[in-house]
């Protein structure tokens, strides 16, 4: 297994190289309506039907702020050890485009809501000495454009207003990370801790998450490099390899005597390579200044204490919290990588269920269910309570760990309750000496070869003997008592 502490290299045909990695997320706020307009944020509708006159830019509309997104953002600031400015400011971007209808976009340069934060990540989710702190140099609010759509007709392309408008938290990362594996842990813990909040939903997939990759590369020890930034990649797989693509494209370049030109690049995930979008000096003067139709922000003690409150139990406590119930820290790292895991598992635990045990059926059992089936933990064929009732029954000695595997198939694919089905197919453990003896009896005479060779010395022939007087009494056996009664009689 490679080191996850090793310092990640890429060997070149004159030496080796570092890559210095800057991620800035543009994250889409959960709101109901947008950042300054009631129009509605819900995905997927028809083109240009939640679009408002602000966001549309008719003539003497102006922009109201959405209480509801500033408190999203603050309360995602605190949730990144982040620096909460309570004096902020918006400006005007001005740039023409078919999908911005006012001619500028209101975001917020010089005055950012949220200032410097910190996230910790585990590169290895094993290993605790993994762990690396990773900074943010700020979070701004602001509006998204429109949609452009190209492939609707051979000659026209369409614009969709419905996204303008919409908030979002552009959330800018120091150039911090060293590796496609450290950004690719950054982004995964970035979201999870986003939905935790509630303030992100993190679907890359519908765009409500993306981000921009900025890479160079430098010789080891050396000052930054011409950096080069990838627009609007939509999952954590197509970071990770925009990263190494650009960086090994840099090097070339390099290495062949040339220059990195500073630009803008667009990621092709059919071909697995970045291609130029514009270059540095084609880029447009955005001409930032206040915007003159919004006061300032102010916030006051009463709203941030609000905000405060209002944060669920976060990613690092919650594993933290279980690693302190006995429960390993690889799977409390995996439990708590996604919202609804550790709400689930919380359930799990609040029903009754003995932590170390619950955490590792969650892990091996439940995971393999729904993997097999398709499913996610949100609409999983068992309950929290049904499978506390189903890990009690081994706990108490009523059913064996294989006979549970049995029922917790059947509840999947029938339902109903673990003791009701244990109780309705006779699967209930015993304890039986005498039963137990009978079938070791008739175990040990059949195979006098290898007790024989036990007693020799090949203490391996053990646990055959166990598995056959299992296997004998379909796995009913109690076997702590098997295992008891076994170790007496082959002395």
Known sequence: MADANAPYRIKGETGE?????????????????????GASTKFGAEPNTQVSLVDAAMPGMLPVPNRECIRQAVRTGMALEAQINRWSRFDRKNYFYADLPQGYQISQLY????????????????DEDSAKAIGIERIHVEQDAG?????????????????????????????????????????????????????????MEEGSMRADVNVSVRRPGEQFGTRTETKNVNSVRFVQAVIEHEA????????????????????????????????KEDAHDYRYFPDPDLLPLELDEAFLDECRSSLPELPDAKRQRFERLGITPYNASVLTAEVETARWFDQLLEAGAEPKQAANWVVAELFGALNRRGETIDNAPVSPSQAAELLGLVADGTISGTIAKQVFEVMLSEGGSAAGIVEARGLKQTSDIGAIDTEIDRILAANIDKVEQYKAGKQQLFGFFVGQTMKAMQGKANPQVVNERLKAKLG
């Not at 190289?17 to 307009?37: M, N, P, R, T």
């Not at 005055?111 to 094993?126: M, N």
């Not at 494209?249 to 667009?266: A, C, F, H, K, S």
Request: with cysteine.
């Open 17 to 37: 190289w570092e890559v210095v990695i800057g991620l800035e997320v543009h994250a889409q706020v959960v709101s109901d309506a947008k950042l300054f307009s």
């Open 111 to 126: 005055h950012p809501l949220v200032g410097e934060g910190t996230i910790h990540v585990l590169l290895d989710e094993k």
């Open 147 to 203: 949609k452009l759509m190209h492939d609707q007709h051979p000659t026209m392309s369409y614009v969709d207003l419905n996204r303008c408008g919409v908030a979002l938290m552009e959330i800018v990362s120091k150039p911090d990370m060293r590796s496609p594996a450290e950004a690719g842990a950054y982004l995964r813990k970035l979201r999870s801790i986003l939905r935790y909040v509630g303030s992100c939903d993190g679907n």
């Open 248 to 279: 090994r494209r840099q090097i070339e370049v390099l290495e062949e005597g040339g220059q990195i030109v500073q630009e803008t690049r667009l990621w092709d995930p059919d071909k697995g390579e970045t291609r130029t979008l514009r270059s």
